[in-house]
């Protein structure tokens, strides 16, 4: 257990988030911060009005802009931007998330040292790029919430056209998070059977194309983007570091050298403990995965650039600390 977890963004996701890991009772308190006054205030409330009916203990306390509160937190969740609009080009979100995460992340070292830090802001690969340099903490320590959404989605998919359960199904995928996400059906297994002996190659294919369009799916169907699982999802990262079990989850990470990549947020297998990013686990991935994977890698490094060409972080922090 941890002494506090802070969660920015009292929205849909981040009010999942910070409710998760209250029932998971990794922590004594959760502080909950928003821009808007009155929301997470209520919002923690209302939580914290459940923990007899959940049967935990941890307190939730909201906060607007006031990130005194969030002094001592071990772990930070960055859920805080907005959702791309009409008539909003790539760049623009990048722009207008980018300074909010990069205010949110300065304002949450002004008060804790060391934490680790997990985004979950879109775009998601480029956004946790962004936090890493406005924290100028070491980068195992902060990383993007993508992967575990990705995987989750995939093996649901998979149970589904199987109709077995989700919990015999174990998946991997990798890369960025979006069109450009690597699935991996030969280190996809249901009770240990390779998920490619269930599935004939157009089943898996279609299943493929839907997990990389799940966001999109829920948006065409509410009208908003999901919130419960990628809230819970960022809560399953919250607690194998808080509980340090070790985890292997697939999650944005900073690459120097690994799978051949470098100065890269991109997502990957890593063991998840007490110091954040503690290991990145190196597939041997075949030729047509490797090509998959660095043609995501180049995906990511372009929206990487549109961000240093803003000019937002002069002086980068962390090449020393990598």
């Known amino acids: 257990m941890v002494n506090k977890i802070t969660v920015v963004g009292a929205g849909n996701v981040g009010a999942t988030c910070a409710h998760e890991v209250a029932r998971m009772d990794v922590c004594k308190e959760v502080i909950l911060v928003d821009v808007k006054d009155g929301i997470p205030q209520g919002k923690g409330l209302d939580m914290w009005q459940t923990s007899s009916l959940l049967d935990f203990n941890t307190r939730i306390v909201g906060s607007t802009n006031d990130y005194s509160l969030t002094e001592g937190s071990d772990i930070v969740v960055i859920t805080a931007g ?55 903490i070491k980068s195992n320590r902060v990383m993007g919430m993508a992967g575990v959404l990705d995987t989750a989605r995939y093996t649901s998919f998979i149970a589904e056209a199987l109709h077995t359960s989700p919990r015999l199904v174990q998946a991997q995928l990798m890369g960025g998070h979006g069109d450009t996400m690597v699935p991996l059906p030969r280190f996809t297994t249901v009770a240990g059977i390779p998920v490619t002996e269930l599935l004939d190659e157009p089943t898996l294919n279609k299943i493929i194309e ?5 966001g999109g799916e829920i948006v065409q169907l509410m009208g908003t983007s999901a919130w419960y699982a990628p809230g819970l999802s960022a809560a399953i990262m919250v607690e194998a570091i808080a509980k340090d079990t070790k985890a292997v989850l697939p999650v944005c990470a900073s690459l120097n050298g690994e799978y051949g990549l470098h100065d890269l947020h991109l997502g990957v297998p890593v063991v998840l403990g007490k110091n954040g990013v503690e290991k990145v686990i190196e597939i041997d991935l075949n030729k047509e995965e490797k090509d998959l994977l660095y043609n995501s890698a180049l995906h990511v490094k372009k929206i990487m650039k549109v961000l240093d060409d803003m000019n937002m972080f002069p002086q980068k922090y962390g090449k020393d600390t990598l």
């Open 82 to 136: 907005l959702p791309r609009k009409p008539g909003m080009s790539r760049d623009d979100l990048i722009s207008i998330n980018a300074g909010i995460v990069k205010e949110v992340t300065e304002n949450i070292m002004k008060y804790n040292e060391n934490p680790i830090i997990i985004v979950v802001s879109n775009p998601l690969d480029v956004m946790t790029y962004t936090a890493f340099l406005a924290a100028g």
């Open 210 to 214: 839907r997990t990389k369009n799940g």
